[in-house]
T-cell receptor
Framework: DAKTTQPTSMDCAEGRAANLPCNHSTISGNEYVYWYRQIHSQGPQYIIHGLKNNETNEMASLIITEDRKSSTLILPHATLRDTAVYYCIPRTTDKLIFGTGTRLQVFP | GEEVAQTPKHLVRGEGQKAKLYCAPIKGHSYVFWYQQVLKNEFKFLISFQNENVFDETGMPKERFSAKCLPNSPCSLEIQATKLEDSAVYFC?????????????FGEGSWLTVV
């Protein structure tokens, strides 16, 4: 599975878009890019995933570069409840391998 | 059910006692995963099952830890003779298949405190 690089922490003002980058330059052609978050010590919450195309759901948008070496998770209007650790995880089959993620702090 | 259900939410055991955690995967999901998270640190994969068969046990400690998924029963993770270092949150997760396009969903975890 590909290694990922994410910023350790980021801040975002409430109501603004939060753009969380992830570098996965060694990703293979059949690896999906998954995003999860953990709020406090709750269970990891699935956000979104994609293979090649950009994806959008009710929670977020996922932008994957054409070469697939990086992606950006976009929370369009961040709220205080979005404060969490966000994990970008390339995955082919079987298990998820978590890295250290990005700690996003949303402030009023 | 519609969510991964883990019990108990909290468990306190004295060193040397046995701890047993349970997980009911989402209905229709045949893959179950167990993870350990110590003190909000990184998630450590322990073991996965395809129905009642072990699929991947590369993260499972060789001693004291065992897990089962039996038909018509919740899956279980058992720790014999617990140690202080076993204090952690144990997360169970499930998915429809092992394929990359099938999402893995997590439960809320079981907090184990060994005193």
């Amino acid at each position: 599975d590909a290694k990922t690089t994410q910023p350790t922490s980021m801040d975002c003002a409430e109501g603004r878009a939060a753009n969380l980058p992830c570098n996965h330059s060694t990703i293979s052609g059949n690896e999906y890019v998954y995003w999860y978050r953990q709020i406090h010590s709750q269970g990891p919450q699935y956000i979104i995933h994609g293979l090649k195309n950009n994806e959008t759901n009710e929670m977020a948008s996922l932008i994957i570069t054409e070469d697939r070496k990086s992606s950006t998770l976009i929370l369009p209007h961040a709220t205080l409840r979005d404060t969490a650790v966000y994990y970008c995880i390339p995955r082919t089959t079987d298990k998820l391998i978590f890295g250290t993620g990005t700690r996003l702090q949303v402030f009023p | 059910g519609e969510e991964v259900a883990q019990t108990p939410k909290h468990l306190v055991r004295g060193e040397g006692q046995k701890a047993k955690l349970y997980c009911a995967p989402i209905k229709g999901h045949s893959y179950v995963f167990w993870y350990q998270q110590v003190l909000k640190n990184e998630f450590k994969f322990l073991i996965s099952f395809q129905n009642e068969n072990v699929f991947d046990e590369t993260g499972m400690p060789k001693e004291r830890f065992s897990a089962k998924c039996l038909p018509n029963s919740p899956c279980s993770l058992e720790i014999q003779a617990t140690k202080l270092e076993d204090s952690a949150v144990y997360f169970c997760a499930s998915s429809q298949s092992y394929r990359g396009e099938n999402t893995i969903y997590f439960g809320e975890g079981s907090w184990l405190t060994v005193v």
